[in-house]
């Protein structure tokens, strides 16, 4: 059976046999390649499929030799040529490797060249089954396009964009999305500039599935949404197998900071940092010694000339949180971290907070759950299918979506809905208000109950290692594959 992977990242071990820096994104798709490349008798040829930046060259197809337990360590890269006749004595799994040129800086924009160079990828390899990674960039509605056969085609559902789009201000002011800073405006790149590209990206994704004959999914509420859009797909659930190093140790409340809470991403308004920054003060006054870390790069960093001019309308929202709260000395911002690091961070704290105000399954949180670190998620997306509020740790309230699967089914139903919805300031205020106070009597709750807490982190972990066991999800994506094979013809 072959299988073509279109993916939204140069996979690392490619990186590596190319002489070129990795990626640290969707390491569980690094992951999957150990699995595939462990079981030997899978019967199953893959070919992977990767954008690069425009002006970049690359082989247009090469393969990768892959060896050792971990596939990053071991790779080397030939030509086509050589593809064709490469030894199979000669150890390791081979991979095949296509690049397509992509505007990656503008995933919202489609590129009507992409559809000729994955006609001739998907000509060249012939697949049984494309099983494409993710819905909201333009290469996955590329394939959709130009291949013949849908019922061939597997679409992998991450987020979905269009209703991350409505969910995009979090609550925010409306003072704070309208604001533009001198940065904002020199990179187009407003909050209502964002929030505009996930919208066409939307439009995107909407599409592809669409057009797609099976859908892989993970949770409840994806499966309502993509069955509402597209009732004829064959929907499959899938468990995802997240990053190897997760599987291996365990939270232990004696060798964590006491009182700190861990956000694995705070850089947009969909990730919530801000309602955590609102909740703060609150759980202070019982904590005096809490601390924030969080993972990314600093928005609110504003010491030098060139600071100022590059923080953005939302890091400067932050900064005004953090000013207004006086929680300069309790809020810190770690810069990028690698996936051991991501690890180390997550048993050194006392809690991870997933605070987004939509998602559909973070795997940050599984991250989290998989070692046992005491969790405070928002009950919001797709989140409930992977974490048990009040037996995994403790749900705080979300941002209500005023736009759902069944009134997105189409686009006046949706309009009308919005129409009818109301959306005054008061009442964004007192949601808002009720999502912070929940988020702090949450945490509080959390730290004030250590034994319940001890059972939290146990009871999570179970559920973990349960959801994202990586036999069963390996297994369960064979399963996929050979029935899509199965059907055609």
């Not at 030509?79 to 690049?99: D, H, I, K, N």
């Not at 919001?380 to 997105?408: K, N, Q, Y």
Request: hydrophobic share 35%; proline share 5%; with cysteine.
């Amino acid at each position: 059976m072959k299988v073509l992977w279109v993916c939204n990242i140069m996979l690392p071990v490619i990186a590596e046999a190319l002489h070129r820096e990795a990626s640290n994104k969707e390491g569980w798709l690094s992951g999957l390649l150990s699995q595939i490349v462990a079981w030997e008798d899978t019967g199953m040829t893959l070919a992977v499929a990767f954008p690069v930046p425009a002006g970049e060259e690359i082989p247009q197809s090469f393969v990768v030799r892959v060896q050792g337990e971990h596939p990053a360590c071991v790779a080397e890269a030939t030509s086509a040529t050589e593809a064709a006749s490469a030894p199979e004595g000669g150890g390791g799994y081979l991979v095949r490797c296509y690049g397509f040129h992509e505007d990656t800086v503008h995933p919202d924009r489609y590129q009507p060249e992409l559809e000729e160079e994955l006609r001739k990828i998907t000509e060249d390899y012939d697949p049984d089954v494309i099983h494409c990674f993710g819905t909201e960039y333009p290469h996955t509605l590329a394939v959709c396009r130009v291949y013949p056969h849908p019922e061939r085609i597997l679409l992998g559902i991450q987020g979905i964009c269009s209703l991350c789009a409505e969910a995009y201000f979090a609550d925010l002011p409306e003072r704070v999305t309208r604001k533009v800073t001198f940065r904002d405006l020199v990179k187009r790149d407003s909050l209502r500039s964002q929030q505009e590209k996930f919208v066409r990206r939307g439009v995107m994704e909407r599409e592809a599935i669409g057009l797609a004959g099976n859908i892989t999914g993970r949770t409840a509420w994806d499966r309502e949404v993509t069955t509402g859009w597209n009732p004829g797909a064959q929907y499959y659930p899938m468990n995802e197998t997240l990053r190897a190093s997760f599987y291996e140790g365990s939270w232990d409340p004696e060798h964590c900071e006491p009182h700190s809470i861990f956000v694995s991403q705070g850089d947009y308004p969909l990730k919530g940092l801000h309602y955590l920054l609102k909740a703060l003060p609150g759980i202070r006054r019982k904590f005096p010694d809490v601390q924030v870390y969080v993972a990314g790069n600093d928005l609110t960093a504003y010491h030098t000339l060139k600071q100022k001019l590059k923080i953005s309308a939302y890091g400067q929202y932050l900064r005004d949180l953090i000013r207004e709260g006086q929680l300069e000395d309790c809020v810190h911002f770690t810069g990028r971290l690698t996936e051991q690091q991501m690890r180390e961070r997550f048993l050194r704290s006392h809690l991870f907070l997933c605070c987004s105000s939509l998602e559909n399954s973070p795997n940050s949180l599984g991250e989290a759950m998989l070692l046992g670190v005491p969790c405070v998620s928002t009950e919001v997306g797709g989140i409930p299918s992977l974490f048990d509020g009040g037996r995994d740790g403790l749900w705080c309230e979300g941002h209500r979506l005023t736009e759902t699967a069944e009134t997105s089914r189409n686009t006046t139903d949706a309009t009308e809905n919005k129409n009818n919805t109301c959306n005054s300031k008061e009442l964004k205020t007192i949601e808002l208000e009720n999502i912070v106070k929940s988020m702090e009597k949450s945490i509080i709750e959390m730290w004030s109950s250590p034994e319940k807490m001890l059972e939290y982190s146990k009871n999570a972990r179970e559920h973990a290692r349960k959801t994202h066991d990586k036999e069963k999800n390996f297994a369960k994506l064979q399963e996929i594959y050979a029935k899509i094979a199965e059907r055609q013809g």
